[in-house]
């Protein structure tokens, strides 16, 4: 069966400092994969989708950027983190269907 | 364009009596429907999902929708809350077809709070 994974599960980092959380899904090939962003009182946000390494799709402009360097592995990174950056990020990978499978997600604070 | 709305923000029931949480879309098509929980600091769960075949879906933990195409309407509803079903819902709606992202169309989420 398939799982997916997050890293960390909580983060703590100061204004200006680098960010890099992880997402890896085990148990298929080539999934789309997505990350979203869930901030207080904003619902849930799609930041990036991905059909394949290297390909990633931006759907929001912001501070943040996206990578795939493999098959079953999205990272979500930035150089300096702002205030606002703070929120719930949860990663996502995508059946051969319509329906996307959630991790369990990484709460982040930027203080 | 493909939109979603859930109706109440916030639910409140007594155990053992009935949830109704309510959801209408728009859509330029036939969509795919989806209902997912989200527990405090955890990911979202898939609930159940309508992708165009019988039109009550039941789905885990006791819950079902039915889809009203003459309503544009979703509703979830479980016959007897339990205690640990509360949490927040979220109804979704696909995207535009064709789309190889498969993006997802979110509501804003309802909070169920579940009195003992």
């Known amino acids: 069966s398939q799982t997916i994974h997050q890293w960390p599960a909580t983060l703590v980092q100061p204004v200006g400092s680098p960010l890099s959380l992880e997402c890896t899904v085990e148990?298929?090939?080539?999934?789309?994969l997505y990350w979203y962003r869930q901030a207080a009182g904003r619902g849930l946000q799609l930041l990036f989708y991905?059909?394949?390494?290297?390909?990633i799709s931006s759907e929001v402009p912001q501070n943040l950027s996206a990578s795939r360097p493999q098959d079953r592995q999205f990272i979500l990174s930035s150089k300096k983190l702002l205030l606002s950056d703070s929120g719930f990020y949860l990663c996502?990978?995508?059946?051969?269907?319509?329906?996307?499978?959630f991790g369990p997600g990484t709460r982040l604070l930027v203080l | 364009a493909q939109s979603v709305t859930q109706l109440d923000s916030h639910v409140s029931v007594s155990e053992g009596t009935p949830v109704l949480l309510r959801c209408n879309y728009s859509s330029s098509y036939s969509p795919s429907l989806f209902w997912y929980v989200q527990h405090p600091n955890k990911g979202l769960q898939l609930l159940l999902k309508y992708t165009s075949a019988a039109t009550l879906v039941k789905g885990i933990n006791g819950f079902e929708a039915e889809f009203k195409k003459s309503e544009t309407s979703f509703h979830l509803t479980k016959p007897s809350a339990h205690m640990s079903d509360a949490a927040e819902y979220f109804c979704?709606?696909?995207?535009?077809?064709?789309?190889?992202?498969?993006?997802?169309?979110f509501g804003k989420g309802t909070k169920l709070s579940v009195k003992p």
């Open positions: 996502a990978w995508r059946d051969g269907g319509e329906t996307q499978y």
């Open positions: 991905s059909v394949g390494i290297g390909q």
């Open positions: 979704v709606v696909s995207g535009l077809p064709g789309g190889s992202q498969g993006n997802l169309i």
């Open positions: 148990g298929t090939s080539n999934p789309n």
